[in-house]
């Protein structure tokens, strides 16, 4: 049985047909095969953003508390899971994949509600996107074996669907941009998205960040001021959006991630593997 770890909710997972992404000691990694996994995924979500970060969003039905939205049908869902317990296996991590190819492909990004991706997509029609979101691991498994299994994952997955570019919003968790001001201008300063892949925000609350460029007394400081997502995202060697966006649904300001693949950075392909063998089975 797969279960989210600290609820009771299961799904049943007898032997799971889908392909493994990556293995890393007792942590496994693969897409979730079916609704009851996703409807897990959707559960861990809960328990991250509603119970701890205080997002207001969430459904709950009796018993069952779930984040979810209409983007989730439309979306292949990673999930870390803990088999040190063969009889109790635990999702412990999750992230959620919307494929996009191009001009040629129907729906839409759950990013273009804060930034104009499609236009984007439209300057690179022959490119395949990747949208990465809903990132999240439970507070006890945030180490960095937690966070090398997802990035494998992650990578696996975009090799077999061929995908050309990454993309997504990454969270400062905090509704004050005063206590990030330094943060925002070291991206602006080192990691500014070039024309090319340069994307406006759709909002009217979205918040030039190059003006906090000033600020920066110390680049290390500064950088030591940035979520441990959005600095795995800089060495990777994504670029970032100019503009900053609030969320008050989650209680965040996001930027927006664009990394396409032939720029991220060849010390972690190399780690990796050109084809992702590095954690494979």
């Not at 293995?23 to 897409?31: K, M, Q, V, Y």
């Not at 090398?148 to 990454?170: P, S």
């Not at 969320?247 to 927006?256: A, E, K, S, W, Y």
Request: hydrophobic share 40%; with cysteine; aromatic share 8%.
């Amino acid at each position: 049985m797969l279960h989210v770890a600290g609820h009771n909710q299961a799904s049943p997972n007898p032997q799971s047909a889908v392909p493994l992404l990556g293995r890393l000691g007792s942590l496994e990694t693969r897409i979730a095969e079916n609704y009851a996994e996703t409807k897990a995924a959707q559960s861990l979500r809960y328990q991250v953003f509603c119970d701890e970060m205080s997002a207001s969003i969430g459904l709950v039905s009796g018993s069952e508390k779930r984040e979810t939205d209409s983007h989730d049908s439309r979306c292949d869902h990673l999930l870390v899971i803990d088999k040190s317990d063969n009889t109790k296996q635990e999702i412990v991590g999750t992230q959620r994949f919307f494929l996009k190819n191009g001009a040629r492909s129907k729906g839409t990004f759950y990013s273009q509600k804060e930034f104009n991706v499609d236009a984007l997509v439209e300057r690179h029609p022959n490119y395949v996107f990747m949208e990465l979101g809903r990132s999240c691991i439970l507070p006890e498994y945030r180490v960095k074996r937690t966070m090398e299994l997802m990035w494998q994952g992650t990578w696996a997955y975009a090799l077999n669907h061929h995908v050309d570019v990454m993309l997504g919003c990454a969270s400062f968790h905090t509704t004050d941009v005063a206590e990030i001001g330094e943060a925002l201008g070291f991206l602006s300063k080192h990691a500014p998205a070039i024309e090319a892949w340069q994307v406006d925000a759709n909002s009217r609350d979205s918040i030039e960040i190059s003006a906090f460029e000033t600020q920066i007394s110390d680049d290390r400081a500064a950088l030591r001021k940035l979520p441990p997502l959005i600095k795995g995202y800089l060495r990777l060697g994504a670029m970032f959006s100019a503009e900053a966006v609030p969320d008050p649904d989650f209680g965040t300001i996001d930027v927006l991630v664009v990394l396409p693949v032939e720029k991220i950075n060849p010390k972690y392909v190399n780690y990796y593997g050109e084809d992702a063998s590095k954690h494979r089975a």
